[in-house]
């Protein structure tokens, strides 16, 4: 009997690895010391690229049902609109940003793993494991019913910034602290005079206020102030700062939730210790600008788990999981660097800085190519994985999906309850015969090129991005990509030439 995979953390990250596993129709457990799902609003951001994922597995309409649709984010100062950024240009059939409290993500993902037949063990803590070569032998405890002995076949710790997993690896978590805390309300606002779908950001000499909607009427608001309070702030200094850095005229009531917090940006070296992985905050954490975090975890997950179930199921070789840290690893050194960018440039204090911030956002904010950049670049429809050990392949044409980018050609790639590659190619006689040859590893469906005309061949994995491409009739370039995989053959070595 398969030994199930153990994940630990039952929050967005832990709850899109568990529920992919299931999908799969591999065994997972999932335990978190809580004794239930957050009631608070925290990550509120789900990006275009995150939906298209979830749209695979099965439940991203149940989202956008949910949440709220925002279709543009701007930036104000000193009574002027120094930029707009709109997503309907995002190159996604998402192409808006969900905005939808972190405890509606957790109800909607608990939701969808049940329907898999999965469940959450809470009250359950991971207190020992031990990596025993063919398995992980772990040790839960469960509050008031005693240790628990049990065999995983491989665990994934997704227990967040202080991972308890991580720390038990030993894993160093580098990086740095900023000097300036940021304080929190979720609250009901009246008087903000901006579209009530949009994100709005205003820069003053004492700060930043920023308004995220959550639901109509309702506001998160986050401010940068000089240190870590002693406290948590009231509504009325929420308020007074609200007034002096924003537009004027708004009105605050109804606080759900008062906070504060610092940022940390900190990452691992190594997603991966033998048999055990670490996936979202337990391996990154970063400033929350540009609403990457959960999302970045959440795409960790869906990228390990075709992996670990082609492996679990004996279709893939084991090496196939050298890839995820390798893939995973600069997303999140990309995500880390661009939101501490941008923290620092809402941070600026000094004048002639601010200054020289508001010309330059004026004058790259008119240019079209640049707002659209910014909003696919935030949208997560960017993210490649140029380096991958699994590429093979070159560019079929200059404006073609090369290996490791993105492809959606509207065929139900990832879709299903199996981890399979699909094949864009035209539907001819090769094309039926190289899945039948390696039939453990493809969709049986066949996905018209993007081309029209037949002129390339790509192999797309189950998360949507390029393995292979090839000009048309080179088969020999896909069959050598899909054997490397294949269980039982060799190790990935290095990539063959690209294709001139």
Known sequence: MMKPVLVVGAGPVGLTMAAELARYRVPVRIIDRAHGRTDQSRALA????????????????????TGLHARAVSIHSDGRTLGRVTFGEIASPFNYLLMIAQSETERLLEAHLRSLGGKVERDAELTAFVDTG???SCTITHAGNGREDMQ????????????????????????????????????????????????????????????FPISPGRHRIIADIASVPSCDPTLQQVQAIVARRGPGGVTLSDPVWLSHFGVNERKVADYRVGRVFLAGDAAHVHSPAGGQGMNTGMQDAFNLAWKLALVMRQEARAGLLDSYGPERGPVARQVLTGSS?????????????????????RVLFRIPAIRRTIANALSGVMIRYRDSPLNT???VGPRRARAGQRLDPGCGVGAGDLPRFTLVARDDAAARAMIARHATLLKPDICPPPDGGGKGIWLVRPDGYVAAVARGGDWPVIDAALTRMAAGTPAVGTRPPEQP
Do not use: Q
Not at 175 to 200: K, N, Q, S, W, Y
């Open 46 to 65: 789900v990006w275009p690229r995150t939906l298209e994922l979830l749209r695979a597995a099965g439940c991203a309409d149940a989202f956008a049902a």
């Open 134 to 136: 063919d398995g992980v």
């Open 152 to 211: 995983a076949a491989w665990l994934v710790g997704c227990d967040g910034a202080h991972s308890s997993v991580r720390h038990r690896l030993g894993l160093a978590f580098e990086g740095d602290v900023l000097p300036t805390a940021f304080i929190i309300a979720d609250v009901h606002v009246a008087g903000l005079r901006v579209p009530p779908d949009e994100p709005a950001i205003f820069w003053h000499p004492d700060g930043a206020v920023m308004f």
């Open 341 to 361: 960018r941008m923290t620092r440039i809402v941070l600026l204090k000094n004048r002639p800085a601010r200054l020289l911030r508001g010309l330059v956002a």
């Open 393 to 395: 392949g070159g560019a």
